[in-house]
């Protein structure tokens, strides 16, 4: 197993929902480590280089008024295999398909409305953590457990 570290983003339905604690909960309960975390409200320019795959697509007009409708709470996690456990923790990215006693499963509304982003490969997740990460914003973990 590799140690891996991870981007999440709490959308604001979690911060309007005030559920980040619940759902940060449930990662600590599996041992990972924080090594950022920083509430932010995410520019034009950011959003659309985060979601550049969809940019040129017609719903991404409502992705940018959602996800600039409240700040978001950036977080950086370090743990074994992290990038895709935390996805199973997280259920599918439709909340509608999502089972019950996953976070979206839970808590999320749809497609969009799904509480957090979190990187989906090893790649992207280096990407994601140093878009939104200055260097001196990640920290050594004091231990991880997972």
Do not use: W
């Amino acid at each position: 197993m590799a140690i891996e570290t991870t981007l999440i983003l709490f959308k604001p339905d979690a911060i309007e929902k005030n559920i980040t604690g619940d759902v940060l909960t449930r990662y600590q309960a599996e041992g990972f480590a924080i090594r950022g975390i920083k509430m932010m409200q995410l520019s034009e320019d950011l959003l659309r280089e985060h979601y550049a795959h969809v940019a040129h697509l017609t719903f991404y007009p409502a992705i940018e008024k959602f996800m600039t409708s409240s700040p978001v709470i950036a977080l950086a996690l370090e743990g074994e295999n992290v990038i895709e456990r935390v996805r199973d923790i997280l259920g599918p990215t439709n909340s509608t398909e999502a089972p019950a006693g996953t976070v979206r499963g839970d808590f999320g509304e749809n497609m969009m409305v799904n509480v957090c982003h979190a990187s989906d490969s090893p790649e992207a997740a280096e990407i994601e953590v140093n878009r939104f990460f200055k260097p001196e914003e990640i920290f050594a973990p004091s231990c991880a457990t997972a």
